[in-house]
């Protein structure tokens, strides 16, 4: 299922929405012109790798110096593979301009990175040994949805499905799609909890505790005069 327009109107330009998507974008070019060891070492440099905050003799031995938590924001304009950031940039274009819209520029940057700093957190808590580093603005933006969720329960989503290289469009209620994201994510979650041999390789814990975030913060950033906002 591939989301591909909401029905919600923006009375705005979301230029921080566009701006967020042109870093993403850029800092992954740059990073294909990068030699595959330096590409290699930059992700671990700016990346959340969870064991080189629990484990500061192991950072130490693998060459990463003491960075004061600053990959916790950096590796919000990550990404591992070009899939993984289109992804993201669909779901940041048609899901964050109305949350922006609502909330005005200057207080979605603040809502954005703290729903970033926090699902970034939320992985490093369930996995503090994991070795791997933790890229993306996947957490960040489960905290847009989380807000969408429960500010336009009424919209309805264009989503594409394809069978058999057909392409088939159905229309569904935000409140449906968004639910169905969440549970996929638990469910995830409790397959790599109680399955011992299943290798943690999506941040599970980020995109629920990026979620929760968006949900429970998203009404202390709304403007008070956009508050009755209708579509």
């Not at 110096?65 to 916790?72: I, R």
């Not at 200057?106 to 992985?123: E, H, M, N, P, W």
């Not at 989503?157 to 639910?179: M, S």
Request: glycine share 8%; charged share 10%; hydrophobic share 55%.
């Amino acid at each position: 299922m591939i989301p591909i327009r909401d029905s919600v109107p923006c009375n705005t330009k979301p230029y921080v929405t566009w701006g967020i998507m042109a870093i993403c974008i850029a800092v992954y070019v740059l990073m294909l012109f990068m030699p595959d060891e330096m590409g290699q070492h930059f992700v671990y440099m700016y990346g959340m790798v969870p064991i080189r905050y629990s484990n500061p003799d192991w950072a130490y031995s693998f060459g990463l110096p003491p960075d004061h938590y600053l990959s916790f924001f950096t590796s919000l304009f990550l990404h591992g593979g070009f899939g993984h950031l289109l992804m993201n940039m669909v779901f940041l274009w048609i899901f964050a301009d109305n949350i922006e819209d609502l909330m005005g520029h200057k207080r979605f940057v603040v809502f954005y990175v703290l729903c970033g700093l926090l699902a970034t957190y939320a992985q490093w808590y369930f996995y503090p040994k994991m070795a791997v580093p933790v890229v993306g603005a996947s957490g960040a933006i489960a905290g847009v949805l989380g807000a969408y969720f429960f500010r336009f329960p009424q919209a309805t989503v264009v989503i594409l499905v394809p069978i058999l290289f057909y392409p088939l469009f159905f229309h569904v209620p935000a409140i449906a799609f968004l639910g169905f994201w969440v549970i996929i994510q638990i469910g995830d979650v409790f397959t790599a909890a109680f399955l011992d041999n299943v290798a943690v390789d999506s941040a599970w814990w980020a995109h629920l505790g990026g979620f929760a975030a968006g949900a429970l913060l998203h009404p202390f950033f709304i403007e008070k005069k956009r508050e009755e906002y209708q579509f």
